[in-house]
């Protein structure tokens, strides 16, 4: 039976991407869409330094999870993907801007940048961690502990874990930085007491550097649903990725890329 289920959630799929392949007349409805397909690709911003859900390879090339899922996209509405690369804090700008046609980014949704632009999602649930060389940072489950002139942390600039440090530790010293491996060179330098991210972040970072005496939990403190960043004046391409979204849940498609890059690290090996 669960065969039979698969089989037919895979025949939705084909007819599903083969209908979106032949799609004309967009122009009326959605002026993404009608972009998109006019131009033959769909551009998507990404960091490109937030393994494993989007990072770059030795040989420069962009890969991961969120990667994968942009391909799936751009499968389905019958055009090429064209990453567009920028540091995290310029992608929403550039969305705004209609430099890129959605984010996939790591991007928490919020109700800040919801406000701006619209979401799909979340494709995936996080929450933030701590990655530190102190063993007793981990085990705080009261924020009030870490709030303290003394404590240094890390953080990406523009992220949902600067403001986390903001809003609970105000008290604590904060350095922005503009991409992770910034972040992570400070904890291993002992520039900082601990890096806030989202727990996957942390957990490669534990795998990258498995010498260094690094720590890391998720704290109690936050839910990270990630989400797809698209324009918001464009209702059709929100409903048109929430639809293809859907179909890769039900699929378990989803299911099988967060286990491929959460689960198996083989592709460590790939970066520098």
Known sequence: MRRLQLFFICLLILAFTSSCAHMTGFGKTSPTLDRILKNGELVVGTAGNMP?????????????????????????????LKLVKKPFS????????????????????????????????PHIVSGKAFLTKYKHIVSIEDAAELNLPKMRFAALESSTS?????????KAQLFPTKNYDEAVAMVLQDKVDALVADYQICVVSLLRHPDQGLVSVITPFTYEPLGIALPANDPH????????????????????????????????????
Not at 54 to 74: C, H, Q
Not at 110 to 118: F, I, Q, S, Y
Not at 163 to 170: C, G, I, S
């Open 52 to 80: 494993p859900l989007n990072m770059t390879s030795k040989n420069g090339d962009i890969f991961g999870l969120e990667i994968d899922i942009a391909r799936y996209f751009a499968g389905g509405m019958g055009v090429d």
């Open 162 to 170: 600067e403001m986390l440090v903001k809003q609970l530790m105000p």
């Open 90 to 121: 310029e992608l929403l700008p550039a969305l705004e801007a209609g430099e890129v046609d959605m984010v996939l980014s790591g991007m928490t949704i919020t109700p800040e940048r919801n406000l701006k632009v619209a979401f799909v999602g």
């Open 237 to 272: 391409l929100v409903n048109w990725v929430t639809n293809f979204l859907n179909t890769l849940q039900d699929s378990d498609k989803l299911d099988e890329l967060r286990a491929r890059w959460i689960m198996d690290g083989s592709w460590l090996k790939d970066l520098p």
